[in-house]
């Protein structure tokens, strides 16, 4: 005995509706254009040869065609894709959840972006209005778009006129033979020309100044140098102070003699000084040490002094009759 056979008088059970009603649903199913394939009396096809041979590895085929598929009477196409909805309500219910997703995706995308994304393709069909979006039903997106293109536009066109504008303005200077001038660098030479005058002036101001002026602001420019790294305070103990006030000279200093620590052989420039007497003068100046001891002022400075001594005299005595009274 087979496999086939023992597998089919045990476990399989025959269709008995196929006896007697085969021709009918033939010729019925041929109608149909549907292909039916013979079967055996026991449900198992026995087409294959090796399955008739009584292999016991053989693998065993059911056939295609069964009672239960030969009495279903629905189509066997296929639907693909989503299925069209049943009713008009359940399309309009659908419609509207599709477009409150697309709102809510727009909606995320925006608050992305602080400025809004300009959509440079345009409906030609559309009709665009004064402001710069089109008539008709809009999301806010599409006319937020339309604003910030309309706006590019005119700022565009806005740079352009001003840029047109400021050309035509600018005043074209000619010379007497009628060639152009060029009046960025005819103010570039003058500001090199005042320069220059700014420069010479100065340069004549230190001219005029003395050799003693000229080193005294260069020893102001070093001690402004040094000033950076002093202390903030100074006191009484402050030896660089205290040297600095003894240097001075004052004329009629009761005390002048004596200092004994100053030397008297070269002046500040480092030339000899005069050792010879010379009368006084308001800025205290020492002749050079050339000088042949003659006067030959006009003898204001003489002048000068009698007149301060003789003011500071006259105060002198009004406050010691005041004091007599």
Known sequence: MSLSDYLAKNYLTADKSTEKKGKKRKR???????TIAEDDLTGWTTSDAH??????????VVSGQSAEFRKAKQNNWTTLGVPAPSNSDQ???????????????????ASADDAPQVVETEDSSAVQMADGTHAGL???EQVASALARRAAVERAQLQKQTGAASAAQETIYRDASGRIINVALKRAEARRAA???ARKEKQAVEERQGDVQRTAATERKRELAEAKYMPV???????????ELKAQERWADPAAGFLTGKKKGKSATGKPLY??????????????YRWDGVDRGNGFEKRYFAARNQRENVKGLEYAWQMDE
């Open 28 to 34: 019925k199913e041929v109608s149909t254009g549907l």
């Open 51 to 60: 399955l008739r041979s009584g292999d016991d590895d053989a693998t065993a």
């Open 91 to 109: 399309a309009a219910a659908d419609a509207i959840l599709a477009s409150a997703a697309r709102e809510t995706q727009a909606a995320q995308a």
């Open 138 to 140: 809009q999301t806010k």
């Open 195 to 197: 320069e220059e005058t």
């Open 233 to 243: 305070a100074r006191g009484v103990d402050d030896t660089e102070m205290n040297e």
């Open 275 to 288: 050792k010879g007497g010379f009368a006084p003068n308001r800025y205290g100046i020492r002749p050079g």
